[in-house]
């Protein structure tokens, strides 16, 4: 590839994945919308389902966030009646995110958008499986180097 090449916007892995990010984000947000999520939000969710009561510590480093980021939107989770924010009484400085009766229901309503999701997907699942397995390599491995 020549160095014009190279520089083509077609020939940009990064340019790749921003296109694929943004299409995958608008299918989620006309889904998310008339539940009153957005997608940041719609993380946070997945990883509360999965383990209830993190901290904001926790469920950052989960969704690769800073609390600057993830206060605000959890105070307007909290706002909505999703999730409830309280100081962990063993140590103060933590904040402790649960669920609401609200937040669980909410669950089952996100079963029926991800079916409806991975039926307008243009891959099977055996495909899906591959690249999901190969973006988060790459994510770890830009993550690393970042580190260094």
Avoid at 55 to 66: A, M, N, P, S, Y
Avoid at 84 to 98: L, M, W, Y
Avoid at 99 to 109: C, F, M, N, P
Wanted: hydrophobic content about 40%; charged content about 30%.
């Amino acid at each position: 590839m020549s160095a014009d090449d190279q520089l083509k916007l077609d020939n940009q892995l990064c340019f790749a994945l921003y296109a694929a990010s943004n299409a995958m984000g608008r299918l989620y947000r006309d889904r998310l919308e008339p539940l009153g999520l957005t997608y940041p939000q719609y993380l946070v969710m997945l990883v509360l389902w999965e383990q209830d009561g993190l901290t904001v510590k926790q469920i950052g480093e989960r969704l690769h966030l800073d609390s600057g980021t993830l206060t605000p939107m959890l105070k307007r989770m909290e706002q909505a009646g999703r999730l409830q924010r309280a100081r962990d009484p063993d140590d103060e400085r933590q904040v402790v995110i649960a669920l609401t009766a609200e937040g669980r229901r909410l669950k089952a309503a996100m079963r029926k958008v991800h079916s409806d999701l991975g039926c307008l997907l243009p891959l099977d699942r055996a495909a899906i499986g591959r690249l999901r397995t190969e973006l988060r390599g790459l994510a770890d491995g830009l993550m690393a180097s970042k580190a260094e």
